[in-house]
C-alpha cells in the first residue's frame, strides 16, 4: 500500500464515529493496562526501598556481652545525629528555595501588572456625553458635523495636446535634447 492508500485510510477511519460500546471497551483496556503499570511501579519503589535499607542499615550484631551492644548503640546514635543533621539541612535548603520562588512568583505578578478590563464599545453620541459629565448643566446641543468645513473638489483637466499622438512631438523633443547636449 502506497502512503496516499494509508492516509485516505485513516481519514476514513476518522470520519467513522466509535460506537459507545467499542469507546467503552477501550477506555477499560487502557485502564486495566494503567493498572498493571501502577501495581509494577509499587513493586519496583519497594525492592528500591528494600535494596536501600539493606545497603545503609545492616542489621545489627545484638550478640554478645554489655559493652558490645553499649558500643552498638553509641554508633546508632551518631548515626542519628548524621541524619538529625541532614534533615535539618535539606529543610533549611527547602525553606530558601520555597522563599526564592514565591519572591519570583511576586516579582512575575509585579512584572505582568493588572490586566486591563475588555472595553465595550458604547453608543453615545456627543450630547450624551456631556450631559453624563457635565449633569444638567449642558444645554447647548452640539452637532459636529455642522462645524466641519466643506471642501470643494476640483477635477483636473489635462491638455487636450498631450492626450494626441505622441509622435507629432518627437521633432520638438528632438530640438530640446540637441539644445541640453550643446551647452
Not at 511501579?41 to 551492644?69: F, M, R, S, W
Not at 534533615?87 to 530558601?96: E, N
Not at 448643566?137 to 466641519?148: G, Q
Amino acid at each position: 500500500m502506497s502512503q496516499l492508500d494509508t492516509n485516505s485510510d485513516v481519514c476514513a477511519l476518522h470520519r467513522k464515529k466509535m460506537t459507545s460500546s467499542r469507546r467503552h471497551h477501550l477506555k477499560s483496556v487502557i485502564l486495566q493496562i494503567a493498572a498493571g503499570w501502577i501495581e509494577q511501579e509499587k513493586k519496583d519503589v519497594a525492592a528500591a526501598k528494600e535494596a536501600y535499607l539493606a545497603e545503609h542499615c545492616p542489621p545489627p550484631n545484638l550478640g554478645g556481652n554489655q559493652a558490645t551492644l553499649m558500643e552498638t548503640c553509641k554508633k546508632l546514635h551518631a548515626l542519628i545525629d548524621k541524619v538529625d543533621e541532614e534533615r535539618y539541612d535539606l529543610a533549611g535548603k527547602v525553606g530558601k528555595a520555597d522563599k526564592e520562588i514565591d519572591d519570583l512568583k511576586m516579582k512575575v505578578i509585579d512584572l505582568a501588572g493588572l490586566k486591563k478590563p475588555a472595553l465595550r464599545k458604547v453608543r453615545m453620541t456627543a450630547d450624551a456625553m456631556l450631559k453624563a459629565l457635565l449633569g444638567s448643566k449642558h444645554t447647548v446641543n452640539l452637532d459636529l458635523r455642522a462645524n466641519l468645513k466643506q471642501v470643494k473638489k476640483e477635477v483636473k483637466e489635462e491638455p487636450a495636446e498631450a492626450v494626441g499622438d505622441w509622435r507629432k512631438n518627437i521633432e520638438d523633443k528632438a530640438d530640446r535634447k540637441k539644445m541640453f547636449e550643446a551647452s
